[in-house]
């Protein structure tokens, strides 16, 4: 009996560990900051009628005959003018949960957005930064720095 019991721990010491890491690394490729992949991307397209449902703004149609991108862009500076810094940055990732094939654009987005938010307070390099957060690899943090 005693026997039975510790090839039994001996068993669940040996599986349990493997267990926790396969699970854990299934998590943490449905995070949102995992790139997508083309199941993603598929289901996304699949459900996405008419392309809108990034915030304020609908960047699927673009206004005027402009790229999705850009539309995006006028999207979170706008935020950025009537708000501050973080709810256009909280647009931004909304927008790139939501529309995937806008990832490749997000560092250079959240650049110009770091640049223009020390714009707004005038060369006041802290206080734009105080809002910055990891949204796109840090990208905003590096826009407010010059």
Known sequence: MKQ???????????TLP???????TLAVTRVPWAPPTSLDQQVVAA???????IGRASVGKAP?????????RVAVLDELRAHNP???LDLLERSMREQPALTPYCSSLATELGKAAVRKYQ???QRARSYARPVCDGSFAS???G
Do not use: C, F
């Open 86 to 88: 973080g709810t256009a």
């Open 4 to 14: 039975l019991v510790r090839r039994i721990g001996q068993t669940i010491a040996l």
């Open 47 to 53: 459900s996405s009628g008419d392309g809108a449902g």
């Open 123 to 125: 060369g006041d390099v």
């Open 64 to 72: 005027d005959g402009l790229a999705p991108q850009d539309a995006l």
């Open 18 to 24: 493997v267990v926790l890491v396969t699970t854990g």
């Open 143 to 145: 826009g407010t720095a």
